[in-house]
């Protein structure tokens, strides 16, 4: 009977064996009941494991977080110098105007040294001086105001964000500590107006 059944199949050829390639799962069963699963589970703000490769980043970036606040998570998570580490070889095309949009719409004051250290990184990346030509107008834009955004926030905490002294604070430590702050503040304006010339932000 089994004979019958099966009058009607060829024998494979080699050509048959070799050619095509294998798309069809030998157990149709359990991936059946494997599929459901996939697609109902969400992915968790943090990801299992932060990306070590390019690869590996581009696949979460792309994939797993949908939102630019998820984004932007990962990237303070990474750190600049992970970020350097991982594209040092190469920043993929598109990459850095979703970085700078993504850091402009969420910055905030307490993220603004990692943010500038993510900057520092990217900057000293291959190709990075073609990345910054490659910018579409609206990612230029974004620069601009991210960068805009880092020096507002600069000048308002060495203004008004300091903690005050305490009242019986002596003078000369007053003044040195003031001497400190304006040092600081002059370091990091100059970090930013050099990053300001390599993202060719005016």
Known sequence: ???????????????????????????????????????????????????????????????????????YQLLLELGGKALGGIFQADLGFGLLGEFLTVLAENVCHEDRDAILQILQSLSGTKRFGLNVDLLSEPEKESSRDLFRKLRSMSRDYWTTGQPSSPAGCEAEREAHAMDSSLQKEAEEERIVVELMKCYQVN
């Open 1 to 71: 009977r089994n004979i019958v059944l099966a009058s009607h199949l060829k024998p494979l050829e080699k050509k048959d064996k070799m050619g095509k390639r294998r798309n069809v799962l030998w157990n149709p069963c359990a991936a059946h009941a494997k599929a459901p699963q996939a697609s109902d589970v969400e992915i968790p703000q943090e990801l299992d494991q932060l990306p070590r490769t390019s690869a590996e980043f581009y696949r979460d970036w792309r994939r797993c977080l949908k939102s630019r606040k998820e984004k």
